[in-house]
């Protein structure tokens, strides 16, 4: 978590040296790799995770597409204005094989690691940490209204600030996947899946500014 959070603030310190697009738009190549570099931090540690079977997968698949909606709602049935500037493959598009490697890149991201790296932290650690210093001695699923409280609103303000209403509603779903299953794996799935139909929709409408 602290290297995918270390990597974001690169990117956005980037933004501020220079007009050249590797420094105004450092994503297109910072994302990329923060994916290969996260991807293989979770793999080589793949072993000292605490995973579980996945539970109660009608409640988890549910709580992915609410959370979708959650965050589309305000364009697409609000009428709030659309968020067209952002993480935008189509600059590539006369260049198939960037276009598409940026497009995989991205959705690997954000499906995969994004998820991973995420709730191994949130779900897996922190809120079990707010419970008892020696973590793993703490049921996974446990309840405290401090772990509860503080994750939510952690998980809030690590997204920015046009998204806290969505993230805040969201962190505290997540946890009550994982109150709901206490299975670690239940929660990468629900956020995997919600990032899942949020880029597939992205791609739909164009609005890159969900990335």
């Keep these: 978590m602290f290297l995918f959070l270390l990597l974001l603030a690169l990117a956005s310190g980037l933004k501020t040296l220079g007009p050249a697009f590797w420094l105004a738009s450092p994503e297109y190549w910072i994302f990329p790799v923060q994916t290969i570099l996260c991807g293989a931090v979770v793999f080589f540690f793949w072993r000292e995770y605490e995973f579980h079977p996945l539970r109660d997968p009608f409640f988890t698949f549910g709580i992915a597409t609410v959370v979708f909606v959650i965050w589309i709602a305000p364009q697409q049935f609000l009428g709030f204005a659309a968020r067209n500037l952002g993480f935008d493959p189509e600059i590539f598009a006369t260049m198939p094989a960037a276009y598409w490697a940026t497009i995989g890149f991205r959705f690997l991201r954000l499906v995969v690691v994004v998820p991973l790296v995420e709730e191994i932290f949130w ?23 401090i772990s509860f409280s503080v994750v939510s609103l952690a998980f809030c303000f690590s997204h920015s600030a046009s998204d806290w209403g969505a993230a805040l509603i969201t962190g505290m779903l997540y946890n ?36």
Excluded: P
């Design 176 to 211: 009550c996947v994982a109150y709901r299953t206490r299975s670690l794996t239940s929660c990468i799935i629900a956020h995997a899946v919600t990032n899942l139909l949020l880029g597939i929709w992205i791609m739909k409408t164009g609005q890159w500014g969900f990335w």
């Design 123 to 145: 779900r897996g650690f922190l809120l079990r940490y707010l419970i008892g210093e020696k973590f793993e001695d703490v049921r996974f699923g446990k309840f405290s209204w």
